[in-house]
């Protein structure tokens, strides 16, 4: 695999130093840097607004999907609060997209040539048709995985598959495939229907695209509960018959203008490169979508706040941006990344940090980017020096399915935050639990005060050991981090083999 000349660039002037050397290396003024972190550290743990707007939003928009005006409301909202933390750039980006709601979907279950139907509750997944009536035999296709569905191959045209939305037993060494994946793999196998089991226990339905394009698939995609999904598989051991679905769904999808939500930091030094921090805005219908993204995106308000209160100043410019679309298909981000790519800007974008889910974090992970892990680790250990419950646990590993994609596949250096979120607020993923209740006040402040710390470390640094790579190497990259698969099912690998 072909690396980035920035490793052997720094290599030498790196070899030999020690920690604090490494620090030296990349902010020649290290003791102003530190004093910096403490300052954002002081700042944070005493003023934080990220959970008190996030609870105000929650209350006063309730959901935030995309198209609608909840939706809408909800982009009013971070401007005007973005506005009143003194920035003199807040701009909308607006960009068009098909916007996917719900309407009606049912599901019964029957066995072949018999009137004993039994309703099943379900929920459409987005993007599934306006319109679809559906029966067809029931084939169980287990985790869904490729393997699954090859090992079935001549059994599925034609009908309805069942499929778990995890790994129910899961296998070493095996990857999860997105839902919008498995559904693309059953398309690809002449699949009528889907119908996606739940994993969490307690009658959870959870919802989330089932496109990988966020555009209409040609099936219906459905998603039912653990516990019926237990019910359906064991009447599918006990019933001599085949079990056939019936599935009967109405949705609505129209091309609207949806808005990103930006504020500009110009840089002192080097104001046309830019460090852009995002987390997405919008959420799914169910709940208010607390978690998915509420933590990530009102922590980025609450970063954009803190550089304002500390007036700080760094060296690159800071674009902090609250994406719409997301949960749709990345459409924002897919927006944004176009709009750059247009206007000759790619370049300029030295880094992207993204915020989606992130919780508590306790290390920092280099999204596969080795010519970054030197600088990244020397953050890393100035961060703990200045706030000691800090972990630092550093990971180099990439992954997909969030605003940080469309920059990574043009080349965009991308690094990311590990943390982590209970067992119990995890279940409410895209699910109609995910409200506020769930979300802890500290942990939420924890992620604003270490996010800021890194990014000031990223805007500020006189060097940044890295830039965005060519096409050759993003696909090298891609490779050597396993995402061709998922890539190439999504119909997102454009490299000619």
């Known amino acids: 695999m072909r690396r980035t000349f920035y490793v052997s660039r720094f290599s030498a002037t790196l070899a030999g130093l020690g920690t604090v050397g490494l620090l030296t290396a990349f902010f020649p003024n290290k003791p102003s840097l530190e004093k910096t972190f403490a300052r954002i550290n002081r700042e944070v743990q005493q003023n934080s607004r990220a959970y008190e707007t996030l609870a105000d939003a929650s209350e006063k928009i309730g959901h935030r999907l995309t198209g609608s005006a909840n939706g809408t409301r909800a982009e009013q909202y971070a401007f005007d609060l973005l506005s009143s933390y003194d920035f003199k750039e807040v701009r909308y980006e607006p960009f068009e997209v098909e916007a996917w709601a719900r309407d009606t979907a049912t599901l019964s279950v029957v066995p072949n040539r018999s009137d004993n139907f039994r309703d099943v509750p379900v929920v459409a997944l987005a993007h599934s048709p306006v319109q679809a009536h559906v029966k067809g035999e029931i084939i169980d296709v287990g985790n869904g995985l490729e393997g699954d ?31 919008s994946e498995k559904t693309a793999l059953a398309i690809q196998y002449g699949a009528s229907g889907v119908i996606m089991v ?26 039912i509960s653990l516990e019926s999904g237990q019910a359906l598989r064991s009447w599918m051991q006990e019933e001599p018959s085949r079990l056939h679905a019936l599935i009967d769904m109405t949705n609505t999808s129209r091309k609207i203008r949806a808005r990103n939500v930006i504020a500009t930091l110009k840089g002192s030094k080097f104001p046309d490169e830019k460090i852009i921090v995002g987390g997405h805005l919008d959420s799914w219908d169910l709940a208010t979508g607390a978690i998915d993204n509420g933590i990530g995106s009102f922590a980025v308000m609450d970063i954009a706040r803190t550089f304002r209160a500390l007036k700080l100043k760094p060296r690159r410019t800071i674009e902090f941006v609250l994406f719409m679309g997301e949960e749709q298909g990345l459409l924002g981000s897919r927006a944004m990344v176009e709009n750059l790519k247009k206007a000759g800007q790619l370049d300029n974008v030295r880094y992207m940090l993204n915020l989606d889910m992130t919780n508590d974090p306790t290390g920092l992970n280099a999204f596969g980017r080795s010519d970054m892990t030197t600088f990244l680790s020397s953050v890393g250990e100035s961060m703990k020096r200045t706030e000691p ?11 997909l399915h969030s605003d940080h994609q469309p920059f990574m596949l043009e080349g965009v250096p991308v690094v990311g935050m590990n943390g982590h979120l209970d067992r119990s607020v995890l279940d409410c993923y895209h699910a109609n639990c995910d409200r506020i209740n769930l979300v802890d006040r500290e942990q939420m402040r924890n992620t604003v005060r270490y996010a800021s710390m890194l990014l000031y470390a990223l805007a500020d640094a006189e060097n940044i050991p890295t830039r965005r790579q060519t096409d050759t190497q993003t696909r090298d990259f891609l490779v050597a981090q396993g995402l061709r698969t998922p890539l190439q099912i999504a119909n997102e690998w454009r490299w000619k083999e």
């Open 149 to 179: 569905f090859a090992a079935l191959k001549d059994k599925i045209k034609g009908k309805v598959v069942l499929v778990n939305i995890g790994l129910a037993a899961p296998t070493k060494g095996a990857r999860n495939l997105h839902r």
């Open 198 to 223: 739940n994993l969490v226990p307690g009658n959870v339905l959870l919802t989330g695209t089932a496109s990988v394009t966020g555009k209409l698939i040609p099936i219906p995609s459905v998603c």
């Open 389 to 399: 419950t800090f972990a630092n646990q550093m990971m180099n590993q990439a992954g």
